[in-house]
């Protein structure tokens, strides 16, 4: 079991920086990503690293965004740059162990860009 932890979320006007952090019980070897959901639409990858290997990113976070994780590999970060209206969501941490196909979620921290 591994126990998942984020915080960073807020409410920020347009053009803002948001930094989003996520730390695990456990040393993670595996898939530490980034996830968001808005009412009456399916949660969406935003980002995800092979626990701070090579990185993936949505299109419409590319450019903006940076997945990040520490060296311990229990932290994983999203440095969110250039905040838009239409990233408004809830932010979830989800963590993959190898070789296991469990994803363990956090409780979800919300973002808000308005002016």
């Known amino acids: 079991q591994v126990q998942v932890v984020e915080s960073g979320g807020g409410s920020v006007q347009p053009g803002g920086s948001l930094r989003l952090s996520c730390t695990s019980s456990?040393?993670?070897?595996?898939?530490m990503g980034w996830y968001r959901k808005v009412p009456g639409k399916e949660r969406e990858l935003v980002a995800r690293t092979a626990s701070g290997g090579r990185a993936n990113y949505a299109d419409f976070v590319k450019g903006r965004f940076t997945i990040s994780v520490d060296n311990t590999k229990t932290t994983v970060y999203l440095q969110m740059n250039n905040l838009k209206p239409e990233d408004t969501a809830v932010y979830y941490c989800?963590?993959?162990?190898?070789?296991?196909?469990?994803?363990?979620w956090g409780q979800g921290t919300q973002v808000t860009v308005s002016s």
């Open positions: 456990r040393v993670i070897v595996g898939i």
């Open positions: 989800g963590l993959r162990q190898d070789p296991f196909d469990t994803i363990y």
